[in-house]
């Protein structure tokens, strides 16, 4: 008959039997990382995890370690030791929670995970004008928060919540499954305490046992000058509470800016298309043209083509982060007039007449760079 034997603990987590605890505890974490099933897949590599684990507990244990390193693994034969052949990951690590910590590994808590409060969104509507300078609003919602009466807990006043038999307070239960052949172990959310670990004999008359109930919030929120349309402000603790006494989650306040008649923003820019008559850009004049302020004059020189882009220096948006102010681009649209009076049509017939080209440098070139182009092609 062949006896199974164990491997030496100290040889398991690879130290020296004088290692010190802390020397312990990095060496199980690594090796727990290495071998976690959730992330090897190879074979072997659950049970190497396993044994790493059952090694921790016996050397960060003062009398175990003590025991074990003057009798081996038959000092330990009587002793209380886990059957780590049948845990479940979770229950694994609700031995190690000095290492990982209350969030346990991989998403897994040691033991029942406290959940964060689930976070609230709601929107506001901003103009263009409240985004150059920044705004307040004043929201007004209705969150599930904490129940006054028993203060979260879902027992009547004077009673106490138990831990559950079924999960053990773990708030999660193994169930074996199987299909196409293959068979393992499923982790769920415990059937009696849906999760919570505890139980409660004497629900809250107030909130029926939830712990909660709805509640009116009313919450003044500042919006900084030059935010976005589709940005999002994130009011920290303004959310639902979390499960016992975990933290609360967020507000997302998502901001939607109203289109502006004559303003597009473009940046911290903000662009206005200004339509200018034939005889404004050929004469020049002043053309009065919208701000956010109100209004402003812009000088448009004689021979101002369609096109042509005048600054208005700080009359932007600023910038969200360094708060520089943008500025406004006005551009100019020539319109040309789809009817023509009599008179008109006679002087633009007088007006071509004197028309030499001078005046014209783009056309000229265009034209004497086409005769050139047909010239090319004609003795091809």
Known sequence: MVVATKRDYYEVLGVGRDASPEQIRKAYRQSALKYHPDRNKEQGAEERFKEAAESYEVLSDPQKRQIYDRHGHAGLSGAAMHDFSHMGIDDIFSMFEDIFGGGGFGGMGSRRSRRRG???????????????????????????????RCRGKGAEP?????????????????????????????????????????????????????GRHAKQRVLTVRIPA??????????????????????????????????????????????CQVPLSFA???LGGKIEVPTLGGKATVKVPPGTQHGQTFRL?????????????????????????RRLSKQQRELLQQF?????????????????????????????
């Open 313 to 337: 220096a700080g009359q932007g948006l600023p910038d969200l982060r360094s708060g520089r102010q943008g500025d406004e681009l006005v551009q100019v649209a020539v319109e040309i007039p």
């Open 352 to 380: 071509s007449q004197t028309e030499d080209g001078k005046g014209m440098p783009d056309s000229k070139s265009f034209f004497e760079r086409l005769k050139e182009h047909l010239a090319n092609l004609g003795s091809g």
């Open 226 to 271: 030059g935010i976005f349309d589709g940005q999002s402000i994130r009011v920290r603790g303004e959310g639902e509470p979390g499960e016992d006494g975990a933290s609360r989650g967020d507000l997302h306040v998502h901001v939607r800016v109203r289109r502006h008649p004559f303003l597009e923003r473009h940046n911290n820019s903000l662009i």
């Open 118 to 148: 689930y976070d609230l969104e709601t929107a506001v509507e901003l103009t263009l004008a409240e985004v150059a300078g920044g705004a307040e609003r004043t929201l007004e919602f209705e969150r599930q928060d904490m129940c006054d």
């Open 280 to 282: 404004v850009a050929a």
């Open 158 to 210: 004077g009673s106490q919540r138990r831990t559950c038999p079924t999960c053990g307070g773990y708030g999660q239960v193994e169930q074996a499954s199987g299909f196409a052949g293959f068979f393992g172990r499923m982790v769920t959310a415990c059937p009696s305490c849906r999760g919570r670990g505890t139980l409660v004999d004497t629900p809250c008359s107030q909130c029926s046992g939830s």
